[in-house]
């Protein structure tokens, strides 16, 4: 598995379809937080949008192989194993993001409350704005399993269904990523640190079952 996900790794940074994700997530962090702005606000917002990241990258590198070439690879590997390298691959090109996006929080927002008046543990909101993002990027990874080959083989409905289910994860109160998000933001008008234990909870089984659930089809329609 690790030469399989160096492999996937080598096609996606070579490929530089990686940049457009990276470009904007940067874009809509310059954007949306302000130099001095509160922590635990900061570190949701930057959380929620890893989400549709997490599902971009995840299309990035299901369909990043040409059909030759993967072909090869599932013969050799299996394609459910191979299939996995590419979502993993996925998944962790979003954390990477994840990291950026707190380091770049940690660095330029105020820990206080929302009124500035009460003092918010740094390491405490850190924590909880990683696992806040790491929420939001299993259900952006499940999501990208879910809505592209070899669940839905034509652009033309995955690009739109992955759209919406992203959409519809973090706005929807039921969504882990929508709870995570919510308490993060909650969290600072009274600069209390709430850990997003059961959001995480909820995120991690989805993923696992989505992707799981794509490997075993990828085998089947290989």
Do not use: K
Not at 41 to 67: H, K, Q
């Amino acid at each position: 598995m690790i030469a399989l996900l160096r492999y996937q790794a080598a096609l996606l940074i070579g490929s530089h379809r990686w940049l457009p994700p990276v470009i904007l997530y940067a874009a809509f962090l310059a954007v949306g937080i302000q130099t001095g702005g509160p922590m635990l606000d900061s570190y949701g917002f930057a959380a929620a949008g890893t989400l549709p990241m997490a599902v971009w990258l995840a299309r990035i590198c299901v369909t990043n192989e040409p059909s030759a070439a993967r072909n090869c690879a599932a013969a050799a590997a299996g394609p459910g194993r191979v299939h996995l390298a590419s979502l993993l691959t996925a998944a962790l090109g979003a954390l990477l993001l994840a990291l950026g996006g707190t380091a770049f929080v940690a660095l330029t927002s105020d820990p206080h409350s929302s009124d500035h008046r009460v003092a918010v543990p740094v390491l405490s909101a850190t924590a909880a704005g990683l696992l806040t993002a790491l929420a939001c990027v299993l259900l952006g990874t499940a999501i990208g399993a879910l809505c592209n080959w070899p669940v839905l083989r034509s652009p033309g409905s995955a690009i739109p269904a992955g759209l919406l289910a992203a959409l519809l994860l973090s706005v929807l109160g039921a969504s882990p990523a929508n709870a995570a998000v919510t308490g993060m933001v909650a969290g600072s008008a009274h600069g209390t640190v709430s850990m997003p234990w059961l959001p995480l909870a909820g995120a991690v089984p989805i993923a696992v079952a989505a992707v799981a659930a794509a490997c075993a089809l990828s085998s089947r329609r290989n």
